[in-house]
């Protein structure tokens, strides 16, 4: 089946470690998203990527780092520099063009401890 | 640059009660228009979207909403909603000229009581 898949579902870090979560879609978007979700905030723009080796920061890219080696996946990695890092993430992809609908991973908790 | 405002943070309602969740936004450009629904530890699904067109547009789960350009608002709304309509619900906005960018509002979270 096609669709996004985020891996892990849940993660656990020390503070002052640096992690990565995976993202992977096998739906052929050329366009690739990472939203952080915090309860009574909505979901806010990490990075955001429309082509592989090209991204653009979002609101929120303090202490956020991505890449976009391959079309299919777009890894995420939250440093230690992120302040609050404890949150859900959502990994999301499009077509490209106006009005396209974006389609959403599963998500990944992350608790920093 | 674009801002949803979703009014309500928390709408209670029966089974087979009508709801409408309350989205408002704001632009210089237009825009496209979505609703998404969220449950409880997964990602987001769309329920539906404003392109083009005619106003009043029909999504999944027997969703409606309706675009009002004159009051900047695109309103969701279910004539008898169910158990399992229980959930998180989010209006987003992009622009025309620059889809890549879709700006959430905070999210109505929708309960329904037996």
């Known amino acids: 089946d096609g669709g996004i898949t985020q891996s892990p579902k849940y993660l656990f870090r020390k503070e002052g470690q640096n992690v990565t979560l995976s993202c992977e879609q096998n739906?052929?978007?050329?366009?690739m998203y990472w939203y952080r979700q915090d309860p009574g905030q909505g979901l806010r723009l990490i990075y955001y990527?429309?082509?592989?080796?090209?991204?653009q920061k979002g609101d929120i890219a303090e202490g956020y780092s991505v890449s976009r080696e391959k079309k299919e996946s777009f890894p995420l990695t939250v440093t230690s520099a992120q302040k609050n890092p404890t949150a859900f993430y959502l990994c999301?992809?499009?077509?490209?063009?106006?009005?396209?609908?974006?389609?959403f991973g599963e998500g990944s908790w992350l608790t920093v401890v | 640059a674009q801002s949803v405002t979703q009014l309500d943070s928390q709408v209670p309602v029966f089974e087979e009660a009508p709801v409408e969740l309350r989205c408002n936004y704001s632009s210089s450009v237009s825009v496209y228009l979505f609703w998404y629904v969220q449950y409880p530890n997964q990602g987001l699904q769309l329920l539906l979207k404003y392109l083009s067109g005619s106003t009043l547009v029909k999504g999944i789960n027997g969703f409606e909403a309706e675009f009002n350009k004159s009051q900047t608002s695109f309103h969701l709304r279910k004539p008898s909603v169910h158990i399992s309509d229980t959930a998180e619900y989010f209006c987003?906005?992009?622009?025309?000229?620059?889809?890549?960018?879709?700006?959430f509002g905070t999210g109505t979270r929708l309960q329904v009581f037996p």
């Open positions: 987003a906005v992009s622009a025309r000229d620059n889809t890549d960018k879709l700006i």
């Open positions: 990527s429309q082509i592989v080796n090209d991204f």
């Open positions: 739906l052929n978007h050329d366009a």
């Open positions: 999301a992809s499009s077509h490209q063009g106006t009005g396209n609908t974006i389609y």
